[in-house]
């Protein structure tokens, strides 16, 4: 038994790339759902699974709309890092 193959891993989807193929929703009913209305999948409920498992819906998702959120990545809130220094140099005249 190996840890990578046990460890758990969230998934995304990425709604622009979706075709609304339903090949995700067909493999994991519980993490992915395809809305009858926009035909676009979402994930649902905690949105993790095995990584093994994982690497298996990204790799049958036909638009590569499915990614595995790393843990760094989701360590790293997407935050305002555009911080304005607030550093106006005057003009010396
Ligand atoms: S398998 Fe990919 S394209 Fe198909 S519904 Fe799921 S996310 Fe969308």
Known sequence: MSDEQTEMVLVTVDE?????????????EDTFYVDDDTVIAKVIGTGMLE????????????????????????????????EDSGAEEADPS
């Open 16 to 28: 622009e790339k979706c075709i609304g193929a339903g090949q995700c929703e067909m493999l994991e």
């Open 51 to 82: 990584r093994s498992r994982a690497n298996l819906i990204v790799e049958t998702c036909p638009s590569q709309a499915i990614s595995i959120v790393e843990a760094s990545a989701q360590e790293s809130p997407v935050g305002d890092a555009q």
